[in-house]
């Protein structure tokens, strides 16, 4: 059952189309129709709010504008079992500093750091704004 906070997935005609958050859901004054305030997490970010009954709160299929429309809540991937006993079994602090325990990936070596050239504050590295 899709809640307030949760993360949709957006289908138009049959096509994933955005994601969104919903952000509030209150009964409407017609019976059994919910308006439904949703934040598009799109650019620039915007909210909506839909007049929708539970059913299609809940994934099934209605129509705007004679349009296929669907949300469907978006479940967070299951970490692996295998993920979960690397980061639960090392409760010591890295070498580095960084704990372990909060989140971190330990000395597993499957971590990668991705660097963005031309940010403020990376030193000898070019801009690409002419500054």
């Given amino acids: 059952m899709t809640q307030e906070n949760d993360i949709v997935l957006i289908y138009f005609e049959d096509e994933p189309m955005i994601f969104a958050r919903v952000e509030h859901i209150t009964a409407d004054h017609k019976k059994d129709w919910f308006q439904v305030t949703l ?19 809940n994934g099934a299929e209605f129509t705007m504008d004679g349009k296929k429309m669907r949300m469907e ?20 602090p890295r070498k580095d500093g960084r704990d372990t325990a909060a989140g971190g990936r330990g000395d597993s070596g499957d971590a990668r750091v991705i660097t963005f050239p031309g940010l ?4 000898g590295k070019p801009r690409d704004d002419g500054a």
């Fill in 39 to 57: 934040l598009v997490l799109g650019l620039p970010l915007k909210t909506v709010t839909w007049i929708l009954r539970e059913e299609y709160i």
């Fill in 73 to 92: 809540k978006v479940v967070s991937p299951v970490p692996s079992e295998k993920s979960e006993d690397k980061e639960s079994s090392s409760d010591t």
């Fill in 120 to 123: 403020p504050g990376e030193k």
